[in-house]
């Protein structure tokens, strides 16, 4: 495409619509009634956002009830069950059920995701490769980054630094921990730092995964991170005992993520599914409040975690539709509100992942188009996006849903004889 003009399309916190100039793969020019001769495309009104960032997702074990359950439905056994399937994983099972997500996630609008993908001596680097090949297979659509981490344990488990390291050097783009699986989670948190620094790259942390606020990983985590100099490059996701402090003991741990400079993912459906489940009334709801952080500016990311599998048996990759249920949980139903659960399925995530970027002139023409006026609106009403671009390329549109009752019809029907007017 030589070029292309989209016509009336909103913009966050604009006044009113604009047109939008592409060429050459970036934003050309951006204002009112802009002349061109290039093709043209009405956007009839709607929003344009950067794009949908899933800052934490597990593409490797995507889609796999059909092989195995979670009978206790507990972490635990979530665990458990899937280290028995990941047995029979091959290449190619990861690849077709990764894709699969992908497309899903594409068609709901995301456009960047982070990636987890567990290393251990049972899987080896199976599961990385097939990743790197989808990475580099959807390239024009999403950008994919590839966290690596040991699942199921790194002291306890002899061979895992190994293949973190060999992954590493093969192009994973950061390092993942999970200390509450290790025997040693000290030793654990200490030989990732020590990792991440030698191949210079950030950390992703599964951490603090249960209701019990009596011990946590977290003050562990924030000093390794100051102690080597890392400030700004750690995450930390689940966290769920964060959700089980007093109002006291949480403004003291925002101000440990704040000072250290760690991000903070939360995962609504899958900390929904597996917390709780040894009480019979007044369930918990397990779920940290992420807003709480984000109002003293920490970085906050609201993301998917799992699709289909014994973490999460749910899943259609809509981020809106998480940063929704994360909304529902915490009861948060004003504007504002609204607003920071929106920044935290875009913005936030965008940054974590470095891929910030604005719709500006010169800046790469990479969007999504919503039937919104507003981010607010768009997580209050789930709204799904109708169409895509990367690099000034489309990657998917969707038809909107067309009404066939009476006064539909009729209106059909008064287009069809406008048509025929000479």
Request: charge should be negative; hydrophobic fraction near 40%.
């Amino acid at each position: 495409m030589s070029g292309l003009v989209i016509r009336n399309v909103l913009l966050e916190g604009a006044d009113a619509a604009v047109d939008i100039a592409v060429r050459a793969g970036k934003i050309s020019a951006i204002g009112a009634d802009l002349p061109t001769s290039a093709e043209e495309l009405n956007g009839n009104g709607v929003l344009l956002v950067p794009g949908f960032v899933e800052s934490h997702l597990h593409l490797d074990k995507a889609c796999i009830l059909d092989r195995c359950r979670n009978e206790t439905g507990t972490l635990e056994g979530a665990i458990s069950s899937v280290a028995e399937a990941k047995k029979g994983f091959s290449e190619e099972d990861v690849y077709d059920r990764g894709r699969k997500v992908l497309e899903k996630a594409i068609t709901q609008g995301t456009n960047a995701i982070r990636t987890h993908v567990e290393i251990d001596p049972g899987i080896g680097l199976t599961g990385f490769h097939a990743i790197q090949r989808l990475k580099q297979d959807f390239a024009w659509a999403l950008d994919l980054q590839i966290c690596v981490f040991p699942q199921e344990g790194l002291i306890n488990n002899p061979g895992t630094a190994e293949l973190l390291e060999e992954a590493l050097t093969a192009g994973a783009d950061l390092l993942g921990g999970c200390p509450y699986t290790d025997s040693d989670p000290n030793g654990q948190i200490a030989c990732l730092f020590e990792m991440a620094e030698r191949h210079d790259v950030d950390l992703d942390f599964h951490l603090d995964f249960d209701l019990d606020p009596s011990w946590r990983h977290l003050d562990e985590i924030a000093r390794q991170t100051v102690a080597f100099g890392w400030q700004g490059r750690v995450a930390i996701g689940h966290v769920t005992k964060l959700s089980a402090l007093s109002r006291k003991d949480l403004l003291e741990a925002v101000q440990i993520l704040k000072n250290a400079e760690i991000a903070l993912t939360v995962l609504p459906s899958t900390d929904l599914f597996l917390m709780g489940r040894g009480s019979e009334s007044l369930v918990p709801r397990g779920v940290a409040p992420a807003h709480v952080f984000h109002e003293h500016g920490v970085c906050c990311t609201v993301a998917t975690n799992n699709v289909l599998n014994p973490f999460t048996p749910y899943g259609d990759c809509s981020l809106p539709r998480m940063a929704n249920l994360y909304a529902n949980v915490h009861q948060l139903g004003s504007a504002e509100d609204l607003k920071a659960c929106f920044d935290m399925v875009t913005a936030a995530p965008r940054r974590l992942i470095n891929k910030a970027h604005r719709i500006e002139v010169g800046e790469a023409a990479t969007f999504v188009a919503l039937p919104a006026m507003s981010g607010q609106q768009i997580v209050s009403e789930i709204i799904r996006p109708v169409w895509g671009m990367k690099n000034g390329k489309f990657t998917f549109e969707q038809a909107p849903a067309r009404l066939m009752g009476p006064l539909a019809a009729q209106g059909r029907t008064e287009e069809r004889q406008a048509a025929l007017v000479p």
